[in-house]
């Protein structure tokens, strides 16, 4: 089935998109699909109804639709840990039964939920001025993303996200927090990450280093209850949530708490509303029109039919500017995997490299490439239909002009008669041939674009799960298990034995000459 896809991309070289527009007057309606009130766009790329359809054969083979039912079910379908898949049951508000080895996970997923809301009602009517959250990965970009996401209505307390374990990380933060009103919120599902360890240990000594008790300045989000409470923090400041909740799928619970807390329950609810009216699509429409699932054939087509390795997330929405390093985790996490869920190796490429930033700023930056270069990126734009500023409708509807010119100027192009006529007052000759083959654009690039009416809680929800079900759909199609994430433990377990070394407290005469040598270089710099 792969060859096939790799036969339909070859057939389609040279093709222009814009020819099938031409072609096809509906063309823009016909790849297009429209859930929740947002509209995703992929009519400029190659598919066609042929390949589409091809696309939804590889999918229904692959039993997407039975995986899916499957994991809404809570089977165990993280089978490399044994382990159900159920961060959808933190946003099932309407309380549908979720049963986890014959016990409905619901009435606890509820319980835990207005516990949080009571804390974050309990702080944000204190004197609390700070809210540190300390996390890693999984328990760090969610939170980070979905408050800087929802500024507009942040109205508790300052909110610090500290994750790395360079200690300038922390150093920074704190220099801005007063230790009498500052709350620290340790997030680690395990509770053993050595960089969250360390960060909060830190935190603590600043606390008492500054003459304030530790006491009561601590919160817990953790599956690991009894490492949480070995760490001194108060059972009713620990908030729990059950292994099948994966790190990277984890912002809807426990892990969400800062953003509760800067934004107030009401809206985090409204946030969860969204992941659960995108579920409830992801659920029930037909594979055609299915907004996930289009969104993941679209991108197996273009890496694995089309051979385009990475992918670009590029937000026109600048307070979406921690979407791609959260999509990172979300799907680089996922399906950066080499073998099939049998253990076999993949006949075929993994998930893609996904990378992005902000537009407009990415223009200035990395679009020479997307536009000129070798490689083909395909781009993936989002946009609100409104800015979050409304006062400054001006600076929007620049920002939407620039993010539909830059889907049309990747699929147009200019061509070297164009590139002449643009020159041709100021050269002549070889030069003006010269000097015009520099200004062509090759044009042909695939990109999508998914537009909302606005970025506001609940749309926030409805894009974060529409990530997650494609990152799902991907896998399946795959055969991939997008739920474990065995390829961060080796560099763990090294750095663990490497510690020792670069205290000088072991010799590092077994490893090899380029570890040696950047030890022997760190250990003459360190002091
Ligand atoms: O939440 P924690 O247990 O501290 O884990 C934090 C992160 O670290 C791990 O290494 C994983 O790669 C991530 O999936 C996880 O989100």
Redesign the pocket.
């Known amino acids: 089935m792969w060859n096939d896809l790799k036969g339909l991309a070859e057939a389609r070289d040279g093709r222009r998109i814009e020819t099938l527009f031409a072609e096809d007057p509906a063309r823009a309606e016909t790849f297009s699909v429209t859930a929740e009130g947002m509209l995703f766009d992929y009519s400029k790329t190659q598919i066609d109804a042929e390949v589409m359809d091809s696309l939804l054969t590889v999918a229904r083979r692959a039993e997407v639709e039975r995986r899916r039912d499957m994991m809404f079910a809570g089977a165990k379908i993280n089978e490399t840990e044994g382990r159900a898949v159920l961060h959808t049951a933190l946003r099932n508000l309407e309380a549908r039964p979720v049963e986890v080895d014959g016990q409905d996970v619901m009435p606890g997923v509820l319980d835990t939920l207005a516990r949080m809301e009571e804390l974050a009602r309990e702080i944000r009517g204190s004197d609390i001025t700070d809210v540190v959250n300390i996390?890693?990965?999984?328990?760090d970009l969610g939170p980070k993303m979905g408050t800087l996401a929802l500024a507009p209505w942040h109205d508790g307390p300052r909110c610090h996200f500290v994750s790395n374990v360079d200690g300038a990380d922390i150093a920074d933060v704190l220099k801005s927090c007063p230790a009498q009103t500052t709350l620290f919120v340790i997030?680690?599902?395990?509770?053993?990450?050595i960089e969250?360890m360390t960060n909060a240990r830190t935190a603590r000594s600043w606390l008492e280093g500054q003459g304030v008790s530790p006491e009561g300045r601590f919160v817990a989000l953790s599956s690991n209850l009894a490492k949480a409470g070995e760490w001194g923090i108060p059972a009713s400041r620990v908030f729990g949530f059950e292994d099948w909740v994966g790190?990277?799928y984890s912002m809807w619970g426990p892990i969400g708490l800062s953003m509760m807390i800067a934004v107030g329950p009401e809206n985090f609810r409204a946030f969860l509303e969204g992941g659960e009216a995108m579920d409830s699509h992801f659920r029930r429409a037909p594979l055609e029109e299915n907004m996930p699932a289009l969104l993941a054939v679209v991108g197996i087509w273009h890496n694995q039919g089309m051979g385009h390795g990475t992918r670009a997330v590029l937000p026109y929405e600048n307070r979406l500017s921690r979407l791609p390093a959260y999509l990172q985790?979300l799907e680089m996490?996922s399906n950066g995997k080499s073998v099939a869920m049998d253990g076999t190796d993949l006949p075929y490429n993994s998930g893609p490299v996904v990378w992005g930033e902000p537009g407009t700023n990415g223009q200035h930056a990395f679009y020479q490439l997307i536009h000129q270069g070798t490689r083909v990126v395909p781009c993936e734009f989002l946009v609100g239909a409104r800015g979050q500023e409304p006062h400054l409708r001006a600076h929007h509807e620049l920002l939407l002009a620039n993010c539909f010119a830059q889907s049309e100027a990747l699929m147009r192009g200019r061509s070297l008669d164009e590139a002449r006529a643009k020159v041709a007052d100021k050269f002549e000759g070889d030069e003006l041939d010269r000097q015009a083959r520099h200004r062509v654009f090759p044009g042909n690039r695939p990109s999508t674009t998914l537009i909302y009416p606005a970025l506001d809680p609940r749309t926030l929800g409805l894009i974060v799960a529409l990530y997650e079900h494609r990152v799902f759909v991907e896998g399946v199609i795959l055969n991939i298990n997008s739920y474990d994430?065995w390829g961060?433990e080796l560099g763990?377990e090294l750095a663990t034995a490497l510690g020792p070394m670069v205290e000088g407290r072991e010799s590092a005469a077994a490893k090899d000459g380029s570890t040696r040598q950047l030890l022997a270089y760190a250990q003459q710099h360190m002091t």
């Open positions: 996390g890693i990965g999984g328990s997030a680690s599902k395990t509770f053993t990450t969250t790190g990277r985790q996490e994430q961060v763990k």
